[in-house]
């Protein structure tokens, strides 16, 4: 296999989440209604957010995929990975799209884990990449906090 193209893949991975996440992401007249707490950031924040994140997630999926000691490993990380892309768009489609943000608050909870498990057994053999998903850890725990605020000021829904 050629050197750069997991790099490849993780970057067209990290992007096709980044935009199918995006195309769920709506923020029109139903969005722009909901009360929210004070400290939310801005809405300009978030793409460059996620950007950051995505870009580190891919960093992270690189340097694991070099770093791997076996095929298995390599397969569970993508797995996991692929499994984290799911459930990253599968909360935008539940909040944004659905106008769930009840139904994404218990979606949550399972995206925050599948970013921890990548971060355990990415530590196993590549502390860099473990380390490169820290800040997307944080940012699920912060926006499932701003998730629930976001219930708790304009429930209930549906």
Do not use: C
Request: hydrophobic content about 60%.
């Amino acid at each position: 296999m050629s050197r750069s193209r997991p790099i490849w893949i993780a970057a067209g991975a990290a992007l096709s989440v980044a935009v199918v996440g995006g195309l769920m992401t709506d923020i029109g007249p139903w969005y722009t209604s909901l009360k929210q707490p004070s400290w939310k950031p801005p809405d300009w924040a978030f793409g460059p957010i996620w950007t950051t994140i995505f870009a580190l997630a891919a960093a992270a999926g690189v340097i694991g995929w070099r770093r791997a000691r076996s095929r298995a490993e390599r397969e569970l990380m993508l797995v996991l990975f692929a499994v984290n892309g799911f459930l990253n768009v599968f909360w935008s489609l539940l909040y944004f799209r659905l106008h769930r943000p009840d139904w994404s608050l218990y979606e949550v909870p399972l995206l925050w884990l599948s970013v921890l498990a990548l971060i355990v057994l990415l530590a196993r053999f590549a502390k860099p990449a473990a380390w490169l998903l820290a800040p997307y850890l944080v940012w699920v725990a912060t926006a499932a906090v701003l998730n629930w605020k976001t219930v708790q000021l304009n429930g209930p829904f549906g």
